[in-house]
């Protein structure tokens, strides 16, 4: 049966970028793709998803009222995560415009048939590799990300749109129809033959583990944060909705702890630290950030959602590194100089920038011990 709804047109400056959609769409949907970030994943509390409205009407309801000045309304701000399309608009985005950094440097590997997919499933951004298991070349990489940050940028507020908001089943569809996306993209762009894939190998922290595999996160949701099933996950990648001509196993990886995961697992294979006789840290500064200090008797390990202090997300000006960010601020003969990443005009700070701030301003007395 054909909607009836009424189509809009929706224009994003400054990209330039037009899209249509129904009456009544939530603009989170339409403009998270875009680059909007949604730090308290739509709660309208944050107000890190505002875009300025430059033509059209976007309704104004209490939460906006609440977090957004007179000033601010008049001049045509809204909060994306808490509208809805009702009008053909034209929109002024804060986009995110950072790269997702990738490295396809050779590694080490035992010889093995066919083709195999690694993934690592962030909490901002998923990373995909095409791998010969023969040869062990990497065939190509894709990046996307993670379409789960419009409800929560970092893993307890997905935790809390799972839990709190019965979102779970919306979580663990998302990041499936990504990381299948990728997988698809992947063969597209290399030409290999998707006939030869035998396995696909993933890893993430905890959060995104239970949410790909679709295991309740009500034990992460409290104290003492245990949860219940972290071991490895098999399935075939029909199960998943991904229509691969050999239908590959699909593994995800068991996870370390409550919130330490398998990437932390990846990461100790590669380094070697587990079968060391001297003592290293491994350090994951991510989303959600881990740290494990060890040797090949023990090893220990801790985690905290980092993201929001190193990207500022929750700071009243933060934002990731990204264009316009101050991301080094200096004391320079008695005054402060910014740097700002892509020479623009300053949107935001980011975390290195409010380290340096800090650091500037104790230097210039700005501020005082208390
Ligand atoms: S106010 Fe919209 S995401 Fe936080």
Known sequence: MSS????????????GAVLE????????DLLF?????????????????????????????????????????????????????????????????????VNDAAFAFTPGEGLGIAVDVGTTTVVAQLLDLEKGYVLGVKTALNPQA???????????????????????????HEVGRLIHQLFTSSQAD???????????NTV?????????????????????????????????????????VVRFLPCLGGFVGSDLLAGIMATGMHQSDELSVLMDLGTNGEILLG????????STAAGPAFEGARISMGMRAATGAIWRVTATDHRLDVQVL?????????????????????ELRLIRPT
């Open 194 to 204: 998707a006939a030869r894939l035998r396995k696909i190998t993933l890893v993430g």
């Open 21 to 28: 959609a129904e009456e009544g769409t939530p603009l989170r």
């Open 33 to 101: 793709e875009q680059g909007v970030e949604f730090p308290c994943g739509g709660q309208g509390r944050c107000r890190g998803c505002k875009v300025r409205v430059l033509q059209g009407h976007v309704s104004v309801n209490a939460a906006q009222r609440e977090h957004l000045s007179e000033e601010e309304l008049a001049q045509g701000w809204r909060l994306a995560c808490q509208s809805r399309l009702e009008d053909d608009l034209v929109i002024e985005l804060r986009q995110w415009d950072a790269t997702i950094l």
């Open 4 to 15: 009836s709804k009424k189509l809009h047109r929706i224009t994003l400056q400054p990209i």
């Open 150 to 176: 419009r409800y929560g940028a970092d893993v307890m507020s997905r935790v809390n749109y799972a839990v709190a908001e019965g979102g779970a089943d919306r979580l663990t569809e998302l990041i499936r």
């Open 208 to 248: 995104m583990h239970h949410l790909f595999c679709g295991i309740d996160l009500e034990p992460l949701s409290h104290t003492p944060f245990e949860p219940v099933n972290d071991g490895m996950q098999v399935f075939r990648g029909s199960e998943l909705g991904w229509n691969l001509p050999a239908d590959p």
């Open 342 to 362: 892509g020479n623009a005009q300053p949107r935001g700070i980011c975390g290195s920038g409010l380290v340096d701030a800090v650091a500037a301003g104790l």
């Open 295 to 302: 040797n090949r008797e023990h090893i220990l390990c801790a």
